[in-house]
């Protein structure tokens, strides 16, 4: 099986709340999250997909991996964060998962498409001035 994953991060603005009678704090957040986008399987002809997201832009479909209280321009704090995941993806990327499903050994390969992250983000960690999104 091959299986197609994209990736988004992108930041939530700010979401903060207002407690008692003092002012709001000011807090940013950053939304990590994976959509499952498809599955196939290799035959002698090519590949057979046996799922495809109908709507792979829904929040429905987007399962949150990691939700941070940073400010998306916080380069430092985003990649303490996020480093764990991203080694994690990256191991996975040059691995098969094998599992056994009703009695016959079955390999997952898994492939990461980046397309779902802020373009301001991606800016700022590439080191480039961010236009804004």
Excluded: Q, W
């Amino acid at each position: 099986f091959t299986v197609v994953i994209k990736e988004s991060c992108d930041g939530m603005g700010d979401v903060s709340e207002k407690h008692g009678s003092g002012p709001p704090v000011p807090e940013k957040a950053v939304r990590f999250s994976f959509t499952v986008m498809n599955i196939s399987v290799p035959n002698k002809n090519g590949s057979v997909r046996i799922f495809e997201e109908a709507k792979p832009n829904s929040e429905l479909c987007c399962k949150p991996l990691c939700l941070m209280l940073a400010d998306e321009s916080d380069h430092e704090t985003l990649t303490a964060i996020l480093s764990p995941l991203i080694a994690e993806r990256e191991a996975m990327k040059s691995s098969e998962l094998m599992l056994e499903i009703g009695g016959i050994l079955r390999s997952f390969k898994f492939i990461f498409r980046g397309t779902g992250y802020d373009e301001k983000l991606v800016r700022e960690v590439e080191g480039l001035e961010a236009s804004g999104s």
